[in-house]
């Protein structure tokens, strides 16, 4: 096994980028943030990879949050405008091939800034999650840029100003994952879902979600206008046209990804 922060492994159409820091309990320091970074990346300039896995390695961890040793994860460079975890935040806000978080154990801090930033996410039903960074002094201020639109204000409130943990139920009744499954379960149900997403037309998926991401900022108005035009655009792509015909001709789709 590799002793690399953060391991890439393509598998068919998915990637998987893996924080390998189980003894740290897959804490983020600057080596796992680049780690994620390089793995979208590598994701997307690879045409045949349809769908990116997030995920832990070992049971106990899928990402506690910084690394808290002195000069690890909590270090800022005050000179810099950007910090590399919101710039990860970023990239992944940004990024147009569908995103599931595969949380395999604790996810703390900014670990819920991770789950936020996929599009899906599955967890074993015994993990704990919380946002305990007021019991340090701190508070969550860069993952609160995605999770206010996720989870109910009044909740967000409630974890960010006592810390205290939550279980798996309660974050997928709050929407932040779309599937709790007991931890034997998880790889299976993981693969379900990527099975779901491989399939579908990737020329689809991407200018759907590259519009989605649009929308979120428009009114009603903008975001019809918006629409109206993107439909029309998706309907000349070869996989639209594709599509069409297998409907008619009673076969499955041979996507292109044009």
Not at 86 to 94: F, G, K, P, T, V
Not at 168 to 181: F, I, Q, T, Y
Not at 211 to 231: K, P
Request: aromatic share 6%; hydrophobic share 45%.
């Amino acid at each position: 096994m590799s002793d690399a922060p953060v391991l890439h492994e393509k598998r068919g159409h998915a990637y998987w980028i893996t924080i390998n820091r189980p003894d740290k309990r897959n804490a983020l320091n600057a080596s796992v943030i680049a780690g994620i970074v390089d793995g979208y990346r590598r994701a997307h300039e690879d045409n045949d990879v349809r769908v990116i896995v997030l995920t832990g390695m070992g049971t106990k961890a899928f990402c506690a949050g910084a690394d808290l040793q002195p000069g690890a994860g909590f270090a800022f460079d005050l000179s810099q405008p950007n910090l590399a975890y919101a710039d990860m935040l970023r990239m992944a806000q940004n990024a147009t091939k569908p995103t599931i978080a595969r949380v395999n154990g604790v996810c703390m801090a900014g670990g819920i800034g991770l789950l936020c930033m996929t599009d899906m996410a599955v967890a074993a039903d015994d993990v704990v999650f919380g946002l305990p960074e007021v019991k340090v002094g701190v508070f969550p201020m860069q993952v609160l840029s995605l999770l206010q639109s996720i989870a109910p204000p009044r909740l967000v409130r409630e974890w960010c100003f006592t810390g205290e943990p939550f279980t798996a139920s309660e974050a997928k009744d709050a929407g932040l994952l779309n599937h709790v499954v007991p931890a034997a379960d998880l790889d299976a149900k993981v693969e379900w879902l990527v099975g779901r997403l491989i399939d579908k037309s990737p020329t689809a998926i991407r200018r759907g979600k590259y519009a989605m991401r649009a929308l979120a900022s428009m009114s009603f108005d903008q975001g019809i206008a918006y629409t109206e035009s993107q439909i029309a655009v998706l309907a000349m792509t070869q996989d639209a046209k594709e599509g069409l015909a297998a409907f008619a001709e009673k076969r499955k789709p041979v996507w292109t990804g044009k």
